[in-house]
């Protein structure tokens, strides 16, 4: 109920975000939800809140146009304007206002006791994608989960540290690089798999780091499905559309819902191995697509390119303090070729908190 109250804040405009030249508003909806102690995070770019900038990648956002809209217009690395969507949920669901990247070296002890993002830009659940991008794969990842568990058994002993990952939401949203990278985009040698072969042999990789973080205490797990890949600005250039005639590319849409199907079901069938966890199918797709489609609901203008430079190619250090930005991004769907913007991010937080509450009250 309450979600929709404040979607319906959100569309009639009585919650109003800035835009990058105007000043900043507050736009946390503190909805007092206590049902989770912490948060913990992993996977690439949509929810990475800043740990690249902690290594030797070329894969960053931690320079202006990026964060122009986040607190204090500061580029902390989060390939958006602003917050993400794990900010958004830790804030509504009161856990806390952003949630910091576990490389950062000033973590106080109470950013670890209420949760940190592991997540890398450019990562994938397949080898070969973090080998183009010199991300930090999910193994690794998970070793930073065993780095964490070490320092909050500092803090609060082994058996309340225990208890604080077992009850943590905890959050994976990965995929979208391993099939840009490996499938659409780019002469892989994994690209011979073809797309069912391919989607399985990721689901797999989904499955056995599930499992990696079921051992390492997690219990309460949502992971994130593809979003419609072919709505991707990016996949709109690589596939050489004419400038006017931009649009979703269908079988790429196709694909990544097939690939969601599967994911809703290998997840139920690993939740009935693993005792005493809930893990579960987050949707990103039918938020993202509605706005893609119906974007005038949203107040949204442009779906098809980002707000950052021409919008067709900008990422990264393509999209720089020398690029030109829109003149609002909460009229774009996206911020760069890549990344939802922060009002899109916003809608689909809302989303997953409603899911989450289905299954998690
Ligand atoms: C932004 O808001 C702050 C606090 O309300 C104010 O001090 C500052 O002058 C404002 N800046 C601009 C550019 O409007
Ligand atoms: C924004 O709102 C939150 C929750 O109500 C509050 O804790 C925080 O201090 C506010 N931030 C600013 C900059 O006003
Ligand atoms: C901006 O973010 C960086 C990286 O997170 C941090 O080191 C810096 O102190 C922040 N600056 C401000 C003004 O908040
Ligand atoms: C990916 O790399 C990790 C760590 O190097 C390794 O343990 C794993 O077996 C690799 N996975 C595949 C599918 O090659
Ligand atoms: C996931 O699968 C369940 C049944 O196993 C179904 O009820 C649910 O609607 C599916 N979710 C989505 C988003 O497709
Ligand atoms: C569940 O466990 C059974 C028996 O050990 C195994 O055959 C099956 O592959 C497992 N399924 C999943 C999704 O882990």
């Known amino acids: 109920m309450l979600i929709h109250e404040i979607m319906f804040m959100i569309i009639t405009g009585i919650i109003i975000f800035a835009t990058c030249h105007a000043n900043a508003t507050n736009e946390t909806i503190n909805i007092n939800l206590p049902i989770f102690p912490a948060i913990l995070v992993f996977g690439d770019s949509t929810i990475d809140t800043g740990n690249n900038n902690y290594i030797n990648t070329i894969i960053r956002a931690n320079f202006p146009p990026y964060g122009c809209n986040f607190p204090g217009h500061n580029a902390t690395g989060r390939f958006s304007n602003g917050k993400l969507i794990p900010?958004?949920?830790?804030?509504?669901?009161?856990?806390k206002d952003t949630v910091p990247p576990f490389l950062d070296p000033h973590l106080s002890d109470s950013d670890i006791l209420t949760?940190?993002?592991?997540?890398s830009a450019g990562s994938g659940y397949d080898n070969l994608t973090d080998f183009a991008t010199s991300s930090l794969t999910v193994a690794k990842q998970a070793d930073m989960l065993r780095s964490y568990m070490a320092r909050l058994s500092r803090i609060v002993g082994k058996e309340k540290a225990a208890k604080i990952v077992g009850e943590a939401l905890v959050i994976v949203s990965s995929g979208t690089n391993d099939f840009d990278f490996?499938?659409?985009d780019t002469p892989s040698p994994h690209r011979k798999l073809g797309v069912e072969g391919y989607q399985n042999y990721i689901l797999s990789s989904v499955h056995n780091f599930i499992q990696e973080l079921y051992e390492s205490g997690c219990r309460r797990i949502m992971v994130l499905g593809l979003p419609p890949i072919g709505c991707l600005p990016i996949q709109m250039t690589m596939a050489m559309q004419k400038q006017n005639e931009r649009r979703c590319i269908d079988k790429q849409n196709s694909d990544s819902e097939e690939y969601n199907q599967k994911l809703n079901q290998s997840l139920t069938d690993l939740q009935s191995n693993l005792t005493g966890s809930v893990i579960f199918y987050g949707d990103i797709y039918g938020a993202?697509?509605?706005?893609?489609?119906?974007?005038?609901?949203y107040g949204i203008k442009e779906t098809t390119r980002g707000c950052c430079g021409t919008g067709e190619m900008e990422l990264s250090y393509l999209c720089n303090p020398l690029t030109r930005t829109?003149?609002?991004?909460?009229h774009f769907l996206f911020w760069d070729d890549i990344h939802p913007s922060q009002v899109?991010?916003?809608v689909i937080s809302l989303s997953l908190?409603?899911?989450i509450?289905?299954?998690l009250h």
Do not use: E, H, W
Request: a negative charge.
């Open 87 to 95: 900010d958004f949920i830790a804030s509504l669901m009161g856990i």
């Open 115 to 119: 949760g940190v993002c592991f997540a």
């Open 182 to 184: 490996n499938l659409y």
């Open 288 to 297: 993202l697509f509605d706005m893609a489609t119906n974007p005038q609901k």
């Open 326 to 330: 829109c003149p609002d991004p909460n």
């Open 344 to 346: 899109a991010y916003l």
């Open 353 to 355: 908190i409603d899911q």
């Open 357 to 359: 509450l289905q299954v």
